[in-house]
């Protein structure tokens, strides 16, 4: 088999002939079969690879699966970027196709950087172009990640109110079928029954003395299955002195009708608070997204906040969210939906640091207030505190304490962008005694050009 020239590789292209001949004095010609992992994401590198023939696909974990974020193929070279910074590998690689492969140990790639100006010269503008490359396409990864997770949280949250929707509509159906049938029985002069309790809740011990006291009642009356018709009045609202001055032969037909006359009102009530939720459920991922608004406008920072805490809820549902927002709070220019990215991420880190932590009565407190001109807005919670060597490098890019598929280090990078670079503000963050807090400075008035 031929040598494999590194000279045709475009990013090795630039070095002097010698620089070449050492770097390929270490390298080692390895193959892959398809669906074979050349390294996972997290891994330790110790090589850098040359593809020389067939593809590799780049994967990122991402809720639980991989995604795939890019495909390599001859003269590309692949987990060179892990090797120089020293961090654990930021995706993982597998064989698209049969693969041939130059793997280049650390140690080659270091001699030749440490003795050769020239080699430093050469591979610097190209390292940094490959450094933006990957980082976009970790930045998508990362937004498409978000979408992942706000999207399932709408889905849970708009579970339960759907499925009342549909169960009432079809509870609506045969109920009013059957007051129908009960109508064509029922005397023109017949007195019906209102319930005095409609719209009140029942403790289970208060939903059991009125079954049992309207079961009484409906037996005197001489009225057959009365802890069955019981059940249904209970819930609907009637005690035993609604159904007292009933008298006539037809008593059993006129509570029936009554009875199923509340439970289509019972029913009509789930259609439209289900029908609500829903409503405000879809209101609060437009007004989160600033759809079909200019990029930059006045912006309500606690409804902001709000419509964030609306979508997240199911991630938050076992934490207590306390909010302390000053009232009368001004709006600010900015750039609204970017924003509601910076409070997904406190947030969802929050509620990350207090599950992780197996905390069971977690706290998440939000405050918003004024001070100097700006905007203050802080989210504390009461997980464990940040170690000190990690809280210096916690808004680097690709910096992450989660593990694996769990979090790609950009989501506070991403966050420390938005309101420092875009929003001329601060983002800082203290932490001691079990409890974290971020804390975000907006100017309420800004050039953001």
Known sequence: MTPFDLGTVPLFSELPRDDLDRLSNGIVELTMEKGDALFDEGDEADRAYVIAEGELEILKESAGRNVRIAVSGPGDVVGEMALLTGEP??????????????????SCLEDVLTTSVEANRALFSVFISRWRE??????????????????????????NPAAAVTSGA?????????LVGLARHLPP?????????????????????????????????????????ASGLAAAGFVADDLANLTGDDVEV?????????????????????????????????SYSFLDQAPVQQVDVVKGIEDTL?????????IEIVTEFAPDLPSIVAYGSQLNQVWTN???????AIHEADIEDGTITIRAFTRDDSVIVEVENGGPSIPDDIIDRIFEAFYTTKEPGKGTGLGLDTAYSIVVTQHRGLLTVASADDTTVFTVKLPITQDTD
């Open 89 to 106: 590998r930021n995706a993982g690689a597998q064989a698209l196709t049969p693969v041939r492969l130059i793997a280049i140990p650390r």
């Open 189 to 229: 002069d017949a007195t019906l029954p209102s319930p005095s309790r409609a719209g009140t809740s029942l403790s289970s011990m208060q939903r059991a003395d009125a079954e049992d006291s309207i079961a009484t009642q409906l037996t005197s009356l001489g009225v057959g299955n009365p802890w069955e018709m």
């Open 170 to 178: 079809e509870g609506l159906a045969e109920g009013l079928e059957h």
């Open 254 to 286: 006129a509570v029936s009708f009554a009875g199923a006359s509340a439970s289509i009102s019972s029913l009509l009530d789930e259609v439209a608070e289900g029908s609500r939720r829903l409503s405000e459920l879809v209101g609060a991922l437009k």
């Open 310 to 318: 609306l979508i997240l809820r199911s991630k938050t549902r076992d």
């Open 346 to 352: 406190l947030i969802d880190n929050a509620a990350d």
């Open 134 to 159: 990957q980082e976009s396409r970790v930045r998508q990864s990362e937004r498409m990640a978000q979408i992942g997770v706000l999207t399932a949280g709408l889905a849970h949250e708009m579970n």
